[in-house]
């Protein structure tokens, strides 16, 4: 709560100090453009987009008799400020307001809800009780200075560096699950990043991510150049207690989309007696000029189990994962199919399937732009298990969501 | 008989008034640098229409040769600072809400563009007119009053092209292409690009609204009407990259 109010103070105190660098004349000008340029210059290099968002929940669960709700109410405020042409402050708010069934039965709800804090604790819960709970949180607070091909950035911040559009092994500061898909933005890491720029598509950077968790702490630098129409990047570091190496690719075979990433790790204190996860991913995808969309992709994890309990667990788990649990089974399979039905219906299947133990994951999606900024969105998760070969929904959760941009 | 010499003298000299008529490929190239020059850089709006609805996008272009361009969505909100950026053949999606670039496959150039009557490819010219066909002028006509020369377009066996054959009317003396016939592989019209709306753009006599129809459906179609344009602007080659894919505004 502290950081979060340090942060807003921080942000006054840079528009202040920006205004009065603007104008030295704004106590003796007595021309009101004059006194009106300052506003206008911290507005013209202001920027603010958003979005408010309501997601109702139905969760029905094998066993329990009763149907869950679960309510969402979810506003997001994106600010860019422009300091001058090399250096930007960026701040993204994320406010929730929770209410319903799940809130109410399960009692660590708020701590579940709570995460993504690295060192610095930008959140705060101003109402919290077993009906209602409101949770602010800034997921990105960071300065950016910018020169030619150099880019620095401090602060919390979103450092993607997957390939893949489903699962990223290469995706070491910033890992997260799949099914979480409300969360679109990801959590941010409180960290330094200096990127270089070369050539059109590549470049070099490194980056070091600080957290009260040492599990979590991470640095480490990534090389990426583009060959043969390939984006290519090797990345390598240490992440918590372990070496990581990685490889990761963006090309195409033909006129399909072909993509990879690879990533090892390995505990270095003890490296002998340690074992090493391997963690691999490669996808591929076909668009036709009817709109019609086909991906699949594949997840190895050379540590994964063959009948995890934990998974339905994970499926729910909100907020940021380590890369290490992308997903507890060793043998994953995704397939994806979407369509355009109408240009403002948009209609589409995916599906994951465990092979070892025969289980699955449904995801049907129809998104329908009701107004230009207004979404309505119609989205199933079914959880299904085999039992003597017949398939069973374990969980089923269905979610109507309405979304404004602003 | 002084005349012959002094009238053989007269034909003869430069810029007489021999007329040649331009190769298919000739006009073509000619309205293609037009609309292109060495690089250019506009904003436009791209209205779909449809009998119950419409939308509009706000873009902004910069484009260099053939092989390199960028465009950003400066509106609906819901998209806006989206932005792709293509280089040859590879094409790159920026996404400011997951602060991600996404490359996409080659086969998405042949999808309708948000939704509209115009694919990917219409939008970042990935396919040339110049090099991807072969043309054979095939007679004249008058559109709005200005006569035209007819193409015939045929897309070369190795090209990325959709269509099976494209029909382009090209205005005789200001190189403007003014009506666009594309047709599938079976032979059957599949959409109609008709410009209009000419005027000076960028120090340039051009059209600035193009409207596309398809022709099962001649109640929908798409707008796309420029708001400025401006050509042989100086962009580096270092103008259309990944880095700056994210900055451009």
Redesign the interface.
């Known amino acids: 709560m502290r950081g979060w109010v340090t942060i807003w103070f921080f942000i006054l105190w840079l528009s202040t100090c920006n205004a009065l660098a603007q104008t030295d004349s704004i106590s003796i000008a007595s021309d009101t453009v004059t006194q009106n340029k300052p506003r206008n210059a911290i507005l013209q290099n202001l920027q603010l987009?958003g979005y408010v968002k309501q997601l109702q929940t139905f969760i029905l669960v094998r066993g329990l008799d009763s149907l869950l709700t679960d309510n969402l109410l979810h506003n997001r405020l994106n600010f860019n400020y422009s300091l001058d042409t090399t250096l930007n402050l960026v701040v993204e708010v994320r406010n929730r307001v929770f209410y319903g069934d799940l809130l109410r039965q399960v009692p660590i709800y708020p701590q579940l809800i709570d995460s993504g804090n690295d060192v610095w604790d930008l959140s705060a819960m101003p109402v919290k009780n077993r009906s209602l709970l409101v949770h602010t949180m800034l997921d990105r607070a960071y300065l950016e200075y910018?020169k030619k091909?150099l880019?620095v950035r401090l602060g919390r911040?979103?450092i993607?560096w997957?390939?893949n559009?489903v699962w990223n092994p290469n995706d070491i500061f910033n890992a997260y699950s799949y099914f979480d898909f409300d969360y679109?933005?990801?959590p941010g890491s409180d960290a330094l990043r200096v990127r270089y720029?070369s050539?059109?598509?590549g470049?070099v950077e490194i980056a070091a991510r600080l957290s009260t968790d040492p599990e979590k702490r991470t640095i480490a630098g990534l090389y990426k150049f583009?060959r043969k129409?390939y984006?290519i990047q090797l990345l390598g570091g240490v992440v918590g207690r372990e070496a990581v190496i990685g490889l990761g690719w963006?090309?195409?075979i033909?006129?399909?989309?072909f993509?990879g990433e690879f990533t090892y790790s390995r505990p270095y204190t003890n490296p002998l007696d340690a074992k090493g996860q391997l963690l691999a991913s490669v996808s591929g995808?076909?668009?036709?000029?009817s709109?019609f969309y086909l991906h699949g992709s594949v997840l190895y994890n050379s540590l994964g189990e063959k009948n995890p309990s934990a998974f339905l667990f994970q499926a729910f788990r909100p907020g940021r994962l380590s890369v290490k649990e992308l997903s507890p089974y060793k043998y994953n399979v995704f397939g994806q199919v979407s369509y355009?039905f109408h240009?403002?219906l948009v209609g589409g299947l995916s599906t994951i399937y465990f092979p070892e133990d025969q289980a699955f994951f449904l995801n049907p999606v129809l998104t329908y732009?009701a107004f230009?900024?207004l979404?309505l969105d119609a989205i199933g998760q079914l959880f299904m298990d085999s039992e003597q070969g017949e398939f069973k929904a374990t969980t089923k959760v269905i979610y109507a969501r309405v979304k404004w941009?602003? | 008989m002084l005349i012959l010499p002094i009238l053989w003298f007269i034909l003869s000299l430069p810029g007489a008034p021999v007329q040649k008529q331009p190769t298919a490929l000739e006009i073509v190239q000619r309205a293609d640098d037009k609309v292109r020059g060495k690089s250019n850089q506009g904003e436009m709006v791209m209205r779909i229409v449809r009998p119950t609805w419409k939308r509009e996008i706000g873009l902004k272009s910069w484009a260099k040769g053939t092989e390199q361009a960028m465009i950003l969505v400066t509106s609906p909100a819901r998209d806006k600072g989206t932005a792709f950026l293509k280089r040859k053949r590879e094409v790159w999606n920026w996404q400011p809400s997951i602060d991600r670039t996404i490359k996409l496959p080659p086969s998405m150039m042949l999808q309708s563009w948000m939704g509209s009557d115009f694919t990917n490819d219409d939008l970042v010219k990935e396919s040339s007119v110049v090099q991807d066909y072969t043309h054979t002028l095939a007679g004249d006509t008058i559109i709005d009053k200005r006569p035209c020369y007819k193409i015939i377009m045929i897309p070369k066996e190795e090209a990325a092209v959709v269509w099976g054959k494209v029909i382009s009317y090209i205005d005789k003396k200001d190189y403007l292409q003014l009506l666009v016939l594309f047709y599938d592989e079976d032979g059957e019209l599949v959409n109609t690009m008709k410009a209009s709306n000419i005027k000076m753009l960028g120090g340039r006599l051009l059209p600035a609204r193009m409207d596309m129809t398809p022709t099962d459906n001649p109640r929908n179609h798409t707008i796309i009407e420029y708001r400025s344009l401006k050509f042989d602007v100086p962009l580096e080659d270092s103008f259309f990259s990944i880095q700056n894919l994210k900055r451009v505004k």
């Open positions: 987009k910018t091909q880019e911040q979103r993607n997957g390939l559009l679109e933005e990801r720029f050539g059109y598509a470049g583009n129409e984006d963006a090309g195409s033909q006129d399909a989309g993509k995808d076909y668009s036709f000029a709109s355009t240009p403002l732009s230009p900024n979404d941009s602003f």
